[in-house]
């Protein structure tokens, strides 16, 4: 059994890792760090709680840490529970700057503790079945792939952090960025260079609400946008091959169940976890074929969790290693650094 401490009970601990790591066989959700209020004791009241970090770290059953605060918090939260000998989980993107992700994984390394990043996307339905109709070369050689999130929120929420102009990592680059490239990098690796812009489109927004990022392969662009602005939203995903093309429209149905009112409890979260509606499957129109229907494939973010447990229990490697959670760190890194200098960035250049 893996016992895990969880540090933040904002929305990331709320839908994103506390019911994610209770859904797991082989571990329990042993310690919620709190600092203030009664919404964790409420919604679990069979859970230790705790008001400080030294408080959940008292518990030396306690292996794995999963940091889901705030950003600006990640690097000496994370630091602390290495520093205390336990295996450590660490929300997306990593930390404010690649040196201070770089310094926690030479720190792992160095005290022989695991440390990995959230990069739960990689359990989407949708992009399971992305790499299933890449693997198969249906569309032929690859020459643009694309991937946007959408939303439609007129005003900025009050007094959330990843809207403060002051506040470190925020902004919808450091937010949704890390989600999107991520996927890319699996896909197609580490790009020649990289083209980005971060940007506002609402008046009233103080940090970057959009962006576009534009990955470059020989051959092959990988673009990937969000919008705040959207009403009608584009395709999530669009891939152009010499052989045809997919589009597909509609976000990973887990992220909404995650976020209702009917959060799964337990492990049993039912057959149709995961599951998307066939009208939101995608659609493959090849070169001389009618188009057709591609399912997605089933979503389902503990995975992510199973194989973290796994790892801690030496039976298999992450799935997210340090080495890959860097990568997405830099690319994020010059992305920003390739908006605020307004050019392309080489994949080796330096990140300030």
Not at 223 to 229: D, F, G
Not at 286 to 300: N, Y
């Amino acid at each position: 059994m893996v016992r895990a401490g969880l540090i933040g009970f904002g929305v990331s601990g709320q839908a994103f890792h506390a019911p994610v790591i209770r859904g797991v066989e082989g571990m329990e959700l042993a310690c919620i760090l709190e600092r203030k209020g009664t919404r964790a004791r409420e919604k679990y009241p069979e859970v230790r709680i705790a008001r400080t970090i030294e408080e959940l770290l008292e518990d030396k059953g306690i292996q794995l840490c999963v940091v889901a605060t705030p950003n600006d918090s990640h690097f000496e939260l994370a630091k602390t529970c290495l520093l205390a000998g336990r295996d450590v989980v660490v929300d997306k993107p990593f930390a404010p700057t690649l040196a201070d992700s770089e310094e926690l994984v030479r720190l792992a390394a160095e005290r022989k503790r695991l440390i990995t990043v959230y990069h739960d996307r990689r359990w989407d339905g949708d992009f399971f079945a992305v790499k299933k109709l890449l693997a198969s070369g249906r569309l032929g050689k690859i020459v643009e792939y694309e991937c946007r999130f959408d939303r439609f929120r007129l005003e900025p929420k009050p007094n959330a952090w990843r809207e403060k102009a002051d506040h470190p990592g925020a902004g919808v680059l450091f937010d949704l960025g890390p989600h999107v490239i991520d996927q890319a990098l699996v896909l197609f690796g580490e790009p020649r260079a990289i083209t980005a812009s971060a940007f506002c489109e609402r008046e009233t927004s103080r940090v970057d609400d959009s962006f576009d990022v534009c990955l470059e392969y020989p051959g092959l662009r990988a673009l990937v946008r969000a919008r705040i602005i959207a009403f009608a939203p584009g395709p999530h995903l669009l891939i152009h091959g010499t052989k045809g093309s997919f589009a597909k429209y509609g976000m990973d149905p887990q992220e909404a169940r995650l976020r209702g009112e009917n959060v799964p409890e337990g492990t049993d979260w039912g057959a149709d976890w995961g599951e998307e509606a066939e009208s939101l499957w995608g659609t493959l129109s090849l070169v001389g074929e009618p188009s057709v229907k591609v399912k997605t494939e089933r979503g389902d973010y503990r995975g992510f969790y199973e194989n973290v447990r796994d790892a801690i229990e030496k039976k298999a490697p992450l799935e997210v290693s340090p080495e890959q959670a860097l990568r997405t760190m830099r690319a994020v890194m010059l992305a920003h650094k390739s908006s605020r200098e307004k050019r392309t960035v080489e994949w080796g250049e330096r990140v300030d």
